[in-house]
């Protein structure tokens, strides 16, 4: 089941608890390991837009400060223990909310973030747990938003991995969309990612994505903006 913080949670939780758990947590590691699901979704609570709660203006501050303490890294070690971890889609959809800016991004993969997140992937088709392929693909994504990231993931042989990923679960356009979406962002800018896109096959995945689900249409926007 994709990971969701409850409403109810989303309605009550009080930031000041939350951060001082965090906080408290950043200098004990046993803390966040053992409520690492619940503070990843303090995290992403926090991190995500509200009209009732938070501004997005706030966000990139709060993402700030998350990645000041040691947030960012002690979810990235989440993703290096793999599918085996029971934190694992709740870590990857908080780091995701964490990533705001270039300096996040490339934080995270200083401390091999896109290694993990590439491994969870690849491992994630070969378990075929669409859950965690559509999450890992998610982050992947938002951590392409830096271009030392988007060359990095070009020599780790991440397109690879992607049109690989999407193969298994060709019959998710959950899972499709995820990777579309990544592939249109390198066919746009800068030029030269786009030939290594083509050479993985980003072009064939648009074409049979567009005619195997003509329903999806976000799939189909992206699809076309990739072509």
Not at 43 to 51: E, I, N
Not at 66 to 82: P, R
Not at 108 to 126: K, P, R, V, Y
Not at 136 to 162: Q, T
Request: aromatic share 6%.
């Amino acid at each position: 089941m994709m990971f969701k913080v409850p409403i109810h949670f989303r309605r009550m939780v009080d930031r000041r608890l939350w951060w001082g758990i965090l906080n408290e947590g950043s200098q004990k590691l046993n803390i966040l390991n053992s409520g690492f699901s619940v503070v990843a979704a303090a995290a992403t609570v926090l991190l995500t837009p509200d009209a009732n709660r938070v501004v997005a203006s706030q966000v990139y501050g709060y993402a700030r400060r998350f990645a000041k303490i040691g947030i960012a890294v002690a979810l990235v070690d989440s993703l290096h223990e793999g599918l085996s971890s029971p934190s694992l889609l709740s870590a990857s959809i908080a780091l995701k909310a964490v990533a705001v800016n270039d300096e996040i991004c490339r934080s995270i993969s200083e401390n091999d973030g896109i290694d993990a997140d590439l491994q969870c992937i690849d491992d994630s088709g070969e378990q075929g747990n669409k859950t965690v392929a559509r999450a890992c693909c998610s982050l992947l994504s938002k951590l392409a938003g830096s271009d030392m990231n988007k060359s990095a993931i070009v020599e780790k042989g991440g397109m690879d991995g992607l049109i690989k990923v999407s193969a298994r679960f060709s019959d998710d356009p959950s899972v499709l969309q995820e990777v579309v979406y990544y592939m249109r962002s390198f066919l746009e800018i800068p030029r030269q990612y786009a030939a290594h896109a083509i050479e993985a096959g980003a072009g064939d995945l648009a074409i049979q994505a567009m005619q195997k689900f003509p329903g999806a249409h976000q799939m189909q926007r992206n699809s076309c903006l990739m072509i």
